[in-house]
């Protein structure tokens, strides 16, 4: 039934809490391909000037963010090249994909293109005042993604409204 799952992770524990239901679905339904993504938020455009009243050019400041989110992106593939070293799902292929873009859209999009039949992906559980000021990430890609989608619970997650 599933060929392609994909698996969206941030980086943090939580993110990485499911990776077990990930075994067991890759091993139970014998799925090919498991593909690890991470998004990168681009850097915002630094200030063209500073404190110290140095002033830089736009080209300067462009450098900076393209720089760093050079940086970011090294982060997040080596991040991701020590998830898929240490979780080997059987015979599944495993790949990683580090984009640039808004984590739920780009998630979304990626998964609507390259023809992924499930997204599993984790989630706090957070609800009212909570979920509106922190986000939701994983709300926001089930909300704009058709693809069917597992939201794991973290671990010690609190019920409430």
Known sequence: MYKKILVPLDGSELAECVLPHVETIVKGCQVPEVIFIRVVEPSP?????????????KADAEETRLKMDSLNMADAQGYLDGITSQHKFGAARNRDVVLVG???ETVAEYAEK????????ATHGRSGVSRWVWGATADKILRSACVPMLMVRAPGCVPGI
């Open 45 to 57: 455009m630094p200030s063209t000037a500073t404190d110290l009243g140095t002033v830089y050019t």
């Open 102 to 104: 808004k984590a739920a």
């Open 114 to 121: 390259n023809g992924v039949d499930l997204i599993v992906i």
